[in-house]
């Protein structure tokens, strides 16, 4: 009997298996030559030839096109880890391609797919038992939390930037934005513009707007200003317009467009009065509007969009107002500084010293597009992760360290568990194996070679890592060589690994409609 629709596609038993297996270790395996320090990057060009140089791990798993739907799964670990704590998407989904690799050879000495995950899931509780122990006990000094920026942003594309120097921005903005709250890492902004080399990176104390002064006439620094935040439109009302078509008479047309004058030179006295010096307008700012507020020496932008608006009035304390009839001295916000800057084409409003709030903006400068993008993505995860290691938890050696440790307290704890499962615990610690073979490879060093000396340098010395140096690697502590990752992004590539390694396991049975 056919329950299913003619051009249903059907696979099962070991052929799912195996077939979705080979899709999500085939994922993993695209972007595990960027792993570390010394890993290489990606170019992907898309259908319309748009071009993203790359080696951040979520973004390639983005940018492809992947249809199989376990290989998804594996785009999926790499998202929930961006999403969970910006950073370790390669790692999560090198780990669970490799995890898939195990599982498979487990299933071809047939050992049942529910063991397999129950042992997975055994092998992962012990995993963060072990990270707990890792957990590094020293306060998170300003040096400290620098490595571990800087161990997030090495092997990046930051152009002609030092990782040190941009550690030490990132870090900056973070202390600025922490309070007894800890991190508001919202108030953090990252801005991008082309035309000086990366090293031109600068961390501005305020706000960034990308938009220019209403009015070429209006002034372009001013000290200790005064701000208002307009939602509205400084125009001729609509009435006024409708009144035209009843103008009989020269004299009646001149009288209107007198009161037109005045009513728009009325908004610009009204904030002169008021003692505005700068306006962020929501809506639009009429040319004639634009030219009196010229007059009195305020500087003047329209179409501030709507988060540029809010980001603005919480840094400066600047109440939005609907209308200039309610405009009252509480209602302004104030800054130090409101500055316009032309960069190439486009011209930039710095609004530094706001008074209300310590919202900063990392002002990232890059040659090309192509590295300003790049140093974007690198500057979030680092600031991602210096957030993550002072909200969640502290911080744990890198550079395969850690891992080491895993896989350790997890054979130590294998004895114990018996019986097939056993095997699958066992399996989990050869699979996180594969970060410190992988940055080894990445590094230039001989991966088995380098993974028998990273195990006894572990049993004798408790901690050891694979510290990349210059065009090589050694075995050394991260600790002393200032490699540090927070401790949640490891939690989490567990976690991530894990979950989506055994969803594809478990599934035996295929059913695809066209
Ligand atoms: P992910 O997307 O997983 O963050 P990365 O390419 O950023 O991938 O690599 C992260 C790994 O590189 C971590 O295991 C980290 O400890 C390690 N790492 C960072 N700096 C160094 C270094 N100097 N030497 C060795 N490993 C390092
Ligand atoms: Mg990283």
Redesign the pocket.
């Known amino acids: 009997m056919f329950i299913l629709a003619e051009d249903t596609q059907r696979t099962q038993g070991k052929d799912a298996q195996s077939s979705n297996i080979q899709a999500g270790k085939a994922v993993s395996e695209a972007?595990r030559t960027?792993?570390?320090?010394?890993?290489m990057d990606k170019m992907l060009v898309s259908d319309s030839g748009d071009v993203v140089i790359t080696?951040?791990?979520?973004t390639i798993l983005e940018e492809m096109d992947i249809e199989s739907p376990a290989a998804q799964m594996i785009v999926e670990v790499?998202q929930s880890?961006e999403e969970e704590v910006g950073?370790?998407?390669?790692?999560?989904?090198?780990l669970a391609g490799e995890l898939l690799a195990e599982a498979e050879s487990l299933l071809e000495d047939d050992v049942h797919p529910t063991t397999i995950v129950e042992g997975y899931h055994e092998a992962r509780a012990l995993s963060q038992e072990a990270i707990d122990q890792m957990v590094m006990d020293a306060e998170l000094t300003t040096d400290r939390l620098e490595s571990v920026a800087?161990?997030?942003?090495?092997?990046?594309g930051t152009g002609d930037i030092e990782a040190d120097d941009l550690a030490e921005t990132v870090v900056a903005s973070v202390e600025q934005v922490t309070g007894d709250d800890g991190v508001d890492r919202d108030a953090i902004t990252v801005r991008t513009q082309t035309g000086a080399s990366s090293s031109a990176t600068e961390l501005i104390q305020g706000t960034v707007l990308e938009e220019e002064p209403a009015h070429d006439a209006m002034p372009r620094d001013l000290s200790d200003a005064s701000i208002a935040v307009l939602d509205l439109d400084l125009e001729v009302r609509e009435a006024n317009i409708d009144a035209e078509y009843d103008i009989t008479s020269v004299d009646q047309l001149e009288a209107a467009v007198e009161a037109e004058e005045g009513e728009l030179r009325g908004y610009a006295d009204s904030l002169h009065e008021a003692g505005v010096d700068v306006a962020f307008v929501t809506g639009d700012i009429e040319d004639r509007v634009a030219s009196y507020l010229a007059k009195h020496d305020i500087l003047a932008y329209e179409s501030v969009g709507d988060s540029d608006a809010g980001a603005l009035a919480s840094a400066t304390g600047a109440r939005t107002v609907g209308s200039l009839t309610d405009l009252e001295a509480a209602d302004f916000g104030a800054a130090d500084r409101v500055r316009v800057e032309k960069f190439g084409e486009d011209e930039l409003t710095f609004t530094e010293g706001g008074a209300a709030s310590e919202a900063v903006t990392v002002f990232a400068r890059g040659g090309t597009e192509h590295v300003a993008d790049e140093l974007e993505r690198a500057l979030n995860?680092a600031l991602d992760v210096v957030t993550a290691a002072l909200d969640a938890g502290g911080v744990v050696?890198?550079?395969?360290?850690?891992?080491i440790a895993i896989a350790d307290h997890i054979r130590g704890s294998s004895a114990a568990i018996g019986g097939r499962k056993q095997l699958a615990v066992e399996a989990y610690a050869d699979a996180l194996d594969v970060?410190p073979r992988t940055?080894a490879g990445n590094?230039g060093m001989d991966p088995i070679d380098a993974l028998v000396d990273l195990r006894s340098r572990h049993d004798s010395e408790g901690v050891a890592?694979?510290?990349?140096?210059g065009q090589t690697?050694e075995i050394a502590d991260?600790h002393e060589?200032?490699?540090?990752?927070p401790a949640a992004?490891k939690r989490e590539?567990v976690e991530s690994a894990t979950e989506a390694a055994t969803m594809i396991v478990r599934i035996d049975d295929v059913i695809a409609s066209d």
């Open positions: 972007v960027t792993l570390g320090p010394r890993g080696n951040d791990g979520a790499a880890q950073d370790g998407t390669t790692t999560a989904s090198v800087e161990s997030s942003m090495t092997g990046k995860d050696p890198g550079a395969g360290a850690t891992e970060i940055l590094t890592g694979i510290v990349a140096h690697g991260p060589e200032g490699v540090l990752d992004v590539a």
